[in-house]
């Protein structure tokens, strides 16, 4: 028989992994983001920015965190939307805890209930986030209406009320206590590394948030991403080649905008972002191509990265 224990003297090392659920916009990939003290989610005032279940890897001397962070619950009305709450419910199935998040300056709505049974009687421990309270007005009131939407609950709850923005302390408190419950395994990743999204996805991601901050009305959601090149220059410069994929002809202009001035103030902002995660100068190309409905074909969306 193999012999399964430790070598004497080698540190016992515990991993696991953590889902984030909560429905749209609640601070999912805020709280992501600061738990990792990097950004690997994109975040943005519009719901339904995060698409697929990231996911972000803290890593201490024996102790690795696999965040899944995943897109908020909502009724799907496309093939994308179909696609990003069976994202939630795999990412659940196969996780060590869940982390759900709500937002404290507003009572639970339907979306939440919808929330609340896919976690109420998951037979692993559940962290309740009340987030925003440096924006909430009845922070303690709001949290005991989400806490009762979770009645009847009888394996680990433990309650916190945080501002994933601004309170870097409430936010490391909680890692703690989700580091505290791993089980006993080897690490799943390299210690090291952030997230496991290759860094053409990440860049993508970056540019498709600015998209989504600049665009109006529905365009913001017929739009994807992607990073197609991307080559290292000898001084330093990262140059990469990113497309904005839109459903018609129609939205293509709406995108570039008058004299190209939109496309020119995305492909700025993501630059400028892109620069200040990497600490290098960056070449950011963009080109706005069509992909005659994408978001109800499979096989566009594959191709897109949404598998
Ligand atoms: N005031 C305040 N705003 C916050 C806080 N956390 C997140 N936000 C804002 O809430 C909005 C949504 O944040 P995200 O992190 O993108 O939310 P999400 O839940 O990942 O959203 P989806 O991708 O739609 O599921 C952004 O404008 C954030 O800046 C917070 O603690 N306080």
Redesign the pocket.
Known sequence: MTDLSPTPGEPQTHSGFVAIV?K???????LLNAFLGTKVAP???R????RRGVRGIYTTADRQLVFVDT??VHKPKDALGKYMNSEVHSALADVDAVVW?VDLRHPPTDEDRLVANQVRDLPKPLFLVG??T??AKYPDEAMKLYAALLEGRTADLSETTL????NTGGVMALREQILDLLPENPFFYPQGGASDQSREMWAAEIIREEAMKKLRDELPYAVATRVNTWTERQDGLQRIEGEIVVEKNAHKGMVIGAGGKQLREIGQAARKQLEVFLNRKVYLGLEVIVIPGWREDEEALRELGYE
């Open positions: 909560g749209p916009n609640v601070g999912k990939s805020t975040t943005s005032p719901p339904q920015t995060t897109p908020g998040v987030n925003k440096d924006a501002s994933a923005q601004n």
